[in-house]
């Protein structure tokens, strides 16, 4: 019997991603939930194309019933729990940050588990920017984690966390660093950046995928977190240089000539070696061969 897998974010970048390989995958029965706003005139291109291997529900996370609705329409054994609001804008609105980020989450949590009890395991993406709080998304997304953690140890519901680093990878939005870099170098043009000492792990996007599914059905316990990175660390100027070494042609960084944003940490790296052995899984994609990957698809 296949497994039924819900996967929430699913138009989202990582969630583009993740259905690709899930659909791949032949004992799983993969379901997307969208917002209502969606018809199936307007799916994104990746949802569209598949929608004949897709269940699809609709639901708008903020409200509980719609939330409840869903899950049991779907009946999933495993939910990915991918959508929030300001993955790359973590300056937004703290009200906005609340409804999405936490009071979905909590929504969420309780369909699956005091509404509709078919849920075997719960899989919620987190970010490395949790562990300082520096802004209002990751402050959003670590309370969020707080009350997953709650209800993993005083309910034991099977609930863990997904933390992602520094993701990349073919229909990133187009205003983030790597995508923005590469334009402006295949235009031609210099690129201003910030002096860009602050050293990421930066992990493919398809790599994130396979994380995410060798997660399923692992002997994690409830309220554990993998980390899904590469364990190298490489700053962000190195990468912008990278970059336009790939392109070639005119044009050049500009690092240095904008400012550095407040509360960036300096390092962020996953702890790969903890990860092989709770999930038995390592990223397969180098920088250098994902950055190739980007500008070849584009």
Request: proline content about 5%; glycine content about 8%.
């Amino acid at each position: 019997m296949k497994t039924r897998i819900l996967v929430t974010g699913a138009t989202g970048f990582i969630g583009r991603f993740l259905i690709s390989h899930l659909l791949q995958c032949t004992d799983t029965a993969v379901i997307a939930l969208l917002r209502e706003t969606y018809t199936p005139d307007t799916l994104p291109e990746h949802i569209g194309t598949v929608r004949s291997q897709l269940q699809l529900v609709y639901a708008d996370l903020r409200n509980f019933q719609l939330t409840v609705r869903a899950l049991r329409q779907a009946e999933p054994d495993v939910v990915i729990h991918l959508a929030a609001t300001g993955v790359t804008d973590p300056f937004l609105a703290v009200d906005t940050a609340v409804r999405h980020n936490l009071t979905a989450t909590l929504n969420l949590i309780r369909a699956c588990f005091e509404k509709t009890y078919t849920t075997e395991q719960l899989i919620i993406a987190r970010t490395p920017g949790e562990l300082t709080t520096m802004n209002v998304y990751a402050a959003s997304k670590a309370a969020a984690w707080q009350f997953c953690q709650m209800y993993a140890h005083t309910r034991q519901w099977p609930i863990q966390g997904a933390m992602i680093f520094q993701a990349y990878g073919k229909g990133q939005p187009e205003h983030t660093f790597i995508p923005a870099a590469m334009a402006a170098a295949r235009a031609g043009e210099d690129f201003p950046m910030t002096v860009g000492t602050q050293q990421r792990d930066w992990i493919y996007a398809e790599d994130v995928a396979a994380g995410l599914a060798a997660m399923i059905g692992s002997a994690l316990r409830p309220g554990q977190t993998v980390e899904l990175g590469t364990g190298v660390l490489t700053s962000v100027a190195d990468v912008g240089r990278k970059i336009y070494a790939l392109v070639g042609g005119k044009g050049k960084p500009l690092i240095g000539v904008l400012p550095n944003r407040p509360g960036e940490t300096e390092r962020q790296v996953a702890d790969v070696q903890q990860t092989a052995q709770l999930i038995a899984w390592q990223p397969q994609i180098s920088l250098h061969v994902g950055l190739q990957r980007m500008i070849s698809e584009s």
